[in-house]
């Protein structure tokens, strides 16, 4: 390399190295100390592990408000005086309890630090209880924005829900607020007036009325005082879970049941909790529920929380993948391709998102790319290849590539962008096209489901299990379209040879990585080209009544023809 061109690249990497950081400090500009608080694993979160959660609490409906406690259960992993709890700052904490004594706390915005009289031991085991109350935050536009909503069904009875997703558990129950930390099972006990019933996930494992010994403070009697009925009802969860998935819908339901009968014969419950004015359409619309069981047991293996059961339960909002009691409110309607998209999507949360889950809202494409891509999965699985090609065509509209799909770590970013969903899919479907084996895919698919079954994975460890499984290295291709808005663009030249043949000239525009495409006649004739940014050519014999064409509805590409 000779000196002006030595100092010409000194130059350009200075150059480059300044805008890397001026773009992170950009990055890190959008997030505050409450973002770090929550995202950020601290010394004072990561010093324990959660267990249980024993959660306890009372909806009152008149005045929008919640009163309990939760019992938090947790291992130590490093000897500790001090430890940190989420809780919305609107939320009031009453007190906090170690052995009967009060443990002394301070609060600074949605986090609470605790301060131990005594040494937390390494890995011993130890629970603190918080009470606490108040109005928890109102979801103005569920479930993209998380909190309670307050509603009326149409027989004018309380319908009361909660969701969360990113927002934060921690707007209605003090926990540790990361998705990284998933209690090993769960308590929930709710109680309501009489007359609803609670849905929470899991199996109900009680019911009791009761006493008239719970003053409703804004209902006044003669003597100042007056006494509602409750019907408190008890759920648990046998199954890790995380803080966004564990739910309360409260409601006047009628409930039905079924089963389904999997591959090696085993019952699982299914139940279904409706509106009552509903429960006749929801007997005919929700039967698609076992087929797509049986399909998704196919691709991915058994239903993994099986001992829960599976429940979908009627809600205001239009879904939510609440494990094990999977949130509806589709308005009982089927798309063009004969099924309801909300029931397929966030039953696939089941496997991706709630069992196989991320460490990081950064990450959140592990959860929605995989689960989008499982809808075009059910379409072929139910009807043909062709038909869930169509359906990918559909759903690649949605795509903005306006921002990497990977965001920042460990800040709570807020994954804001679509593409997580349908960018996320066409990577999975390009990743099967590149692949181009079929039974290895599938049998990726399906490994990567029943490997990390009930388990938190990061991007490198899907990656590295895709290079593994499929004997390539996708590791570029991933990175190229997770981490960059790089989308590669072919050029190419079509040239009639002879009478018989066509010339089909391409190369990649830009430096690409090495990823094989497709060309030819269709999805039954194409032929795999290896482009880079050389031109090459490919010559084919001419199909009578069709054009030669680049696969673009295989690959995420662009083209250009020159």
Known sequence: MNQTLFHQTKKQNLLILLFVLSSFSSIFAQFSRQDSLRGTLSAVRSCYDVTFYDLKLKVIPTSQSIEGSNTIYYKSTTDFKKMQVDLFANMQIVNIIQNDKPLKFTREGNATFINFADVQKKNKKYSIKIEYRGRPQIARNPPWDGGFTWKKDPNGKDWIVVSCEGTGASLWFPNKDHLSDEPD????????????????????????????????????????????????????????INNYNISLNIADYANFKDVYTAQDGEKLDLDYYVLKPNLEKAKTHFKQVKPMLACYEKLFGKYPFWKDGYALVETPYWGMEHQSAVAYGNNYRNNEYGFDFIIIHESGHEYFGNSLSCNDHAEMWIHESFTTYMEALYVECMQNYEKSIRYLEKQKSGIRNAEPMIGALGVNYPQPDSDIYYKGTWMLHTLRNVVNDDKIWFETLKGLATKFKISNVTTEQVIQYFNEKTGKDLTPIFNMYLKTKQIPVLQYQINSKSDNTIELRYRWKEATPMMPIKAGFGLQKYEVISPNTEWQTRVFEKVEGQELKIATELFYIKTEKL
Not at 218 to 238: A, R
């Open 185 to 240: 099972s769960v308590k929930i006990t709710c109680a309501v007036p009489k007359g609803l019933m609670c849905v929470s996930n899991g199996n109900l494992r009680s019911t009791k009325d009761l006493k008239n010994d719970a003053p409703a403070s804004d209902n006044k009697s003669l003597n100042g005082v007056s006494f509602q009925p409750f019907t408190e009802y008890e759920w648990f969860v046998s199954y890790p």
